[in-house]
């Protein structure tokens, strides 16, 4: 059995002949290191935009690891500026939360876009991963499907193994498929709709958006179930 876990522009699926369905955002995710003025306190601070989320995730060192997704004309204006210049247009993007940048590394972009093959398996392949499934960044959840996919496959496979059926046939590998599409599918989707709403300039859409944000705040219950389905908890 081959499984196909080599990322996004997976070779595995290419040779395989198994066809991907791809949308663009027109977005660029920049991504660097920097050093802020004020301690990062081991948590990931993120902010949305009408262009889209500014993400920066703690790294062990002190400094933040950030991710800043940006129309392509303006990730290009960012990628032009000399560092002194990034860096307090970046501290500005973020609202001085962790103060002045101080610090940053080489700047790097991707392309943003999410796609979905409509075949996980064939005779003797699985894909997992973001060989098999991509999404918008937002929410970081893209490396807890993959994760879910490898958990699911594995165990589809024991179970297989231990009831001493054939656990490389492809009924066996199609159970897998039928676990994680349906679920990886709602997450692009999901993924694709907080990009929209998140884009959303009418003060209504805002509003109501703001409003259902601070009313799953203040129910414990809803906010924790939220949380444990991020995190793969029905895993
Ligand atoms: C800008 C950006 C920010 C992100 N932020 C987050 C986040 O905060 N949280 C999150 O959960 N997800 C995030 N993601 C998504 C996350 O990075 C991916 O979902 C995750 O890395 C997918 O894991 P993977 O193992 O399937 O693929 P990859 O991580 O792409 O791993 C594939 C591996 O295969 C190797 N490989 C490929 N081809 C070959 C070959 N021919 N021979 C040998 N090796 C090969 C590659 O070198 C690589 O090591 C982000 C993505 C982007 C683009």
């Known amino acids: 059995l081959l499984v196909g876990a080599d990322g996004a522009n997976s070779r595995v699926r290419e040779h395989a002949g198994i066809e991907l369905t ?11 290191a920097v050093a ?3 301690s990062h306190q081991q948590t990931a ?22 991710v800043w997704s940006l129309d392509e004309d303006q990730a290009g204006e960012m990628l032009a500026l000399d560092d002194a210049m990034f860096m307090r247009a970046l501290a500005e993007a973020s609202e001085y939360q962790l103060g002045d940048i101080t610090a940053v590394s080489e700047r790097k972009t991707f392309p943003l876009a ?5 075949n996980y398996v064939k005779p003797g392949l699985a894909l997992i991963g973001d060989a ?3 999404i918008h960044p937002l929410a970081g959840q893209g490396a807890n499907l993959g994760i879910a996919d490898a958990i699911s496959l594995a165990d589809v496979l024991l179970t297989a193994r231990q009831a001493g059926r054939q656990w490389y046939a492809l009924h066996t590998l199609l159970k897998y ?19 929209v709403l998140f884009g959303q300039t009418n003060p209504l859409l805002t509003e109501m958006r703001n409003a259902g944000l601070s009313l799953v705040d203040q129910l414990p219950a809803i906010k924790n179930l939220l949380s444990r389905h991020a995190l793969g908890g029905g895993h």
């Not at 601070?45 to 950030?66: D, E, H, K, R, V």
């Not at 498929?177 to 990009?195: D, I, V």
């Open 132 to 134: 098999a499934h991509t």
């Open 22 to 32: 791809r949308s663009s955002y027109h977005q660029l995710a920049l991504v660097c």
């Open 177 to 195: 498929q039928r676990q994680r599409k349906a679920e990886n599918r709602l997450m692009e989707t999901s993924m694709s709709g907080f990009k």
């Open 36 to 38: 802020t003025e004020k």
């Open 45 to 66: 601070w993120q902010c949305f935009m009408p262009t889209g989320p500014l993400a920066f995730l703690p790294l062990f060192n002190g400094q933040s690891s950030i």
């Open 114 to 118: 999410h796609g979905h093959v409509n």
